[in-house]
């Protein structure tokens, strides 16, 4: 067990160093879907005939669209987010928020494209409606229900800057859930079951150390010394010697007897 820990761990912190990141801060406002893909009847580690609240699962009530924001922070390979999104089309306009943390790992697709896994962690808050915007904060009249979850995915990234990039996210999640509107002794005060979302907006990255840059590597011609200019000899103006570049007495050289 030790073993596949250390490997798993090792996989998500190589990618995130080679990347060159330490600490990087984020805010992306975004629009997506969310909604439930199954309900579970009982708890799989329950031993009684205790079953589930299936209809009122808060992914189910309020599968739709929604608009809102995620922001937090990125340390090597740990993440820690808040997460607030609005339903838009729900019946009662729910309101959605999460408080997340987990590992990812980094990977380059291209020159301006990166994409990263991810296993989050967290609670969720859910309000029944929008009614809560007229108090200073959400009151426990206002919850439709507390959650707990944990979401796989992938997220996609096109980088048009360092720090502006278009961000794609889908991944699927598993929840439990206590709702509000009941006692916590009742046998409908809990929902559990698997939940899917994507997601997509203008996710807004600083690196607050920098990425170190790699330096251009010179090219062979640029090795090479400068060439030297090539000495040239000047032409001697003796005409003799101009004649008889050789030097060598000819006949004509010698005095007359």
């Known amino acids: 067990m030790k073993k596949f820990l250390f490997v798993l761990i090792s996989l998500l912190i190589i990618p995130s160093v080679s ?14 879907y969310m909604g439930s893909l199954y309900n579970q009847k009982k708890l799989p580690w329950s031993d009684t005939e205790y079953l589930l609240n299936t209809d009122a ?4 009530v309020n599968a739709g669209p929604f608009a809102g924001f995620i922001a937090g922070l990125e340390f090597m ?7 607030v999104n609005q339903f838009v089309t729900s019946e009662k306009r729910s309101t ?15 020159e301006s494209s990166t994409g990263t896994i991810y296993l989050m962690a967290g609670v969720g808050l859910a309000t ?5 915007y007229d108090k200073a904060q959400v009151a426990h009249e206002d919850l439709y229900a507390q959650i707990l979850f944990v979401d796989a995915g992938f997220r996609y990234e096109y980088k048009f800057t360092e720090v502006i990039r278009l961000s794609i996210d889908a991944g699927l999640g598993m929840h439990m859930m ?14 559990s079951g698997v939940h899917f979302y994507v997601k997509g907006g203008i996710r807004l990255v600083f690196d607050v ?18 060439k030297q200019p090539v000495a040239t000899v000047s032409a001697d103006t003796n005409p003799s010697t101009a004649s008889n570049p050789t030097g060598a007495t000819t006949a004509s050289d010698k005095p007359a007897k």
């Open 128 to 132: 029944i409606d929008d009614a809560w």
């Open 19 to 32: 990347h060159g990141k330490v600490l990087e801060l984020f805010v992306q406002p975004q629009t997506g």
């Open 178 to 191: 206590q709702l509000s509107q009941f006692a916590a002794n009742d046998e409908l005060a809990q929902s």
């Open 77 to 83: 390979l740990i993440d820690v987010a808040l997460e």
């Open 209 to 226: 150390f920098g990425s170190k840059k790699e330096e251009k590597k010179s090219t062979s011609e640029d090795a090479l010394p400068p």
């Open 96 to 110: 959605y928020f999460a408080l997340k943390v987990g590992l990812d790992a980094d990977f380059e697709l291209g």
């Open 57 to 60: 699962d808060y992914y189910k």
